[in-house]
């Protein structure tokens, strides 16, 4: 079982920064690919990023490419979402979700709570 907790969401300015962490519990995280997935009011929930389980292979949705950066400390069991210039539709619960394989395929098996990130114009 993998426990996933999320933070770092909050309110700020349309170009502007935040950074999501996510704290991985389990000694199996090293192994585990994860992704950082978002889901607006209305909207259905929507992959961001993803990591491989060592790093070497990101993956990014095209609307947030080139402002957003995943990567991942094994030895702090931590995932993190780097996320600049930020838009007002960026605004979103934002899911920590764990793979309990190496690579990013299919349905991730564990998820976070959710932290809210709000952009304002």
């Known amino acids: 079982q993998v426990q996933l907790v999320e933070s770092g969401g909050g309110l700020v300015q349309a170009g502007g920064s935040l950074r999501l962490s996510c704290a991985a519990s389990?000694?199996?995280?090293?192994?585990?690919?994860m992704g950082w997935f978002r889901q607006a009011p209305g909207k259905e929930r929507e992959f961001v990023a993803g990591?491989?389980?060592?790093?070497?292979?990101?993956y990014y949705a095209d609307s947030v490419k080139g402002r957003f950066t995943i990567s991942r400390d094994n030895a702090e069991n931590t995932v993190y979402l780097q996320m600049n210039s930020l838009k007002p539709e960026d605004t979103a619960v934002y899911y920590c979700?764990?793979?309990?394989?190496?690579?990013?395929?299919?349905?991730?098996?564990?998820w976070g709570q959710g932290t809210q990130v709000t952009v304002s114009s």
């Open positions: 990591i491989s389980w060592s790093g070497g292979s990101t």
């Open positions: 979700a764990a793979y309990s394989r190496r690579y990013i395929s299919g349905t991730p098996d564990y």
């Open positions: 389990g000694r199996t995280f090293r192994n585990y690919a």
